[in-house]
């Protein structure tokens, strides 16, 4: 792991503060339920974009298919939850039906799993592919490994790019930051328990904007 140096830390403070100033910038001008949510597709186009600009970004060993990432815990921000669960919502009936019977499939088998020992498949994955990936969550774009082969061994240590990970720390910190600023929850959550509530109870959203907790 690497350690940051005094420049870097301040570096990485600077970049989260103007962050959050730019986030907190439009929540403000914009108060309402529906941009409150969809607002954090912002987050997810600028760490993709970090990801894919990024010099080394040829030496990453991702690939579709590869889903070794997919088998631990992934924690998503509310607004993330949320965003997702609209998108499943346009989804057939029939087919919403599925993802929810799967979701509580999942949510009784990882309840009572500490993060240590949480090694299981993502809920979202279907043969080896992410089926929410355009509004996949932020934590989930920024992982990225130089060696497919150490990410086969739970709990390894896995060779990545400094510069993107810090980069995309930032945003994420910077936004959840803006949220957290105009008194809207922004902390993470176990990504298939969350969903399930969020589809489950259709007041959780007003609900989280008028500042209830929804997932605690």
């Not at 889903?67 to 087919?95: G, T, W, Y």
């Amino acid at each position: 792991m690497h350690m940051l140096s005094p420049e870097e830390q301040s570096e990485f403070l600077s970049a989260i503060e103007k962050v959050q100033h730019a986030a907190l910038n439009q929540l403000c001008a914009n108060q309402s339920i529906p941009f409150a949510i969809t607002f954090i597709s912002k987050l997810q186009l600028s760490v993709d974009q970090v990801v894919h600009t990024s010099i080394d970004r040829q030496s990453i060993d991702c690939r579709a298919g590869c889903s070794h990432c997919c088998n631990v815990r992934v924690e998503a921000l509310e607004p993330e939850i949320f965003l997702i669960a609209q998108e499943l919502r346009k989804n057939p009936p029939d087919k919403l039906r599925e993802v929810i019977v799967t979701l509580r499939q999942h949510v009784e088998i990882v309840k009572d799993v500490s993060i240590q020992n949480y090694h299981f498949q993502c809920p979202f994955l279907k043969d080896h592919l992410c089926s929410i990936y355009p509004v996949r969550p932020a934590i989930c774009i920024k992982v990225h490994s130089f060696d497919v082969e150490k990410c086969k061994t739970p709990g390894a240590e896995i060779p990545q790019n400094l510069n993107i990970v810090l980069k995309s720390d930032a945003l994420i910190k910077g936004t959840a930051n803006a949220y957290q600023q105009i008194k809207l929850s922004a902390s993470g959550h176990e990504l298939g328990q969350a969903v399930l509530l969020a589809l489950t109870d259709e007041s959780s959203e007003t609900k989280w904007y008028n500042g209830e907790p929804i997932f605690d």
